[in-house]
């Protein structure tokens, strides 16, 4: 597989609070990314602990992933309630890191399979055939307005509560985690990205850019400067993966 993958902390933020992860174990093909909230640095913590806790998880459980497929399921609930876990327990016994959380989107390839744990606002696409679709869904104020259709898709793009997500790793005692499974295809092209990017770019930009071009670096390093060139409010990461 060919990846990309590139990250800043934008033209407003002081700080970058997201986190990512890329395996360079063509036998443990994981990939994280993870936007951190909460005041002075405490965001940047949330979501390098997480990037930690779950990369740490799935290189503990290597061996056994590789025998059952059955497990990848179960791993990745696993890994993120133990992240959830050892965040939310520092957040209410450190008073700095009160009210820090963060989110995450991670994927795992197996067997023509792409395994998602999510949780949050971060986002996983898929390109294929030309079409890009969205494959989680956005745990956000605004996502939540739009399927009870109190707003439109257009509106939600432009709301002033965007930004407020409705869960997150690390702000409560338990978390509940979404679990995508799909096939994945040769060709196929996976993005893993945190709102720094979709809150910039709508889904057609973003396509744009990831079709028009073969080097799948020079995509994420697009994306990003792209962002930033549109006011770039937030940190951005972006990750693609292609299936050869």
Do not use: W
Request: charged residues 30%; hydrophobic residues 40%.
């Amino acid at each position: 597989m060919f990846i990309g993958v590139s990250t800043d902390k934008g033209k407003v933020r002081k700080n970058n609070q997201d986190s990512y992860f890329v395996s360079e174990d063509t036998e443990l093909p994981l990939f994280i990314v993870a936007d951190g909230m909460g005041g002075h640095k405490a965001g940047e913590v949330a979501s390098n602990m997480a990037v930690e806790i779950v990369k740490d998880f799935f290189i503990e459980k290597k061996e056994e992933l590789k025998k059952n497929k059955v497990d990848i399921l179960k791993f990745i609930r696993s890994a993120v309630e133990k992240a959830n876990t050892i965040i939310y327990k520092k957040s209410i016994e450190n008073d700095e890191f009160h009210g820090m959380g963060t989110t995450i989107t991670m994927a795992y390839i197996f067997e023509n399979k792409l395994y998602i744990g999510h949780v949050g606002d971060s986002r996983a696409y898929l390109l294929r055939n030309n079409k890009f679709i969205q494959i989680t869904e956005d745990h956000s104020l605004v996502a939540e307005m739009v399927k009870k259709g109190s707003i439109s898709e257009e509106e939600a793009e432009c709301h002033p509560q965007r930004n407020i997500i409705t869960r997150a790793i690390g702000t409560d005692e338990e978390v509940i985690t979404d679990i995508i499974v799909e096939d994945i295809y040769k060709d196929d092209i996976l993005l893993l990205c945190t709102d720094g990017l979709t809150n910039m770019m709508n889904d057609d930009e973003i396509k744009e850019i990831l079709i028009n071009k073969i080097d799948l670096q020079k995509n994420c390093n697009s994306l990003v400067k792209k962002a930033n060139r549109l006011g770039g409010i937030d940190n951005v990461t972006v990750i693609a993966i292609k299936l050869v």
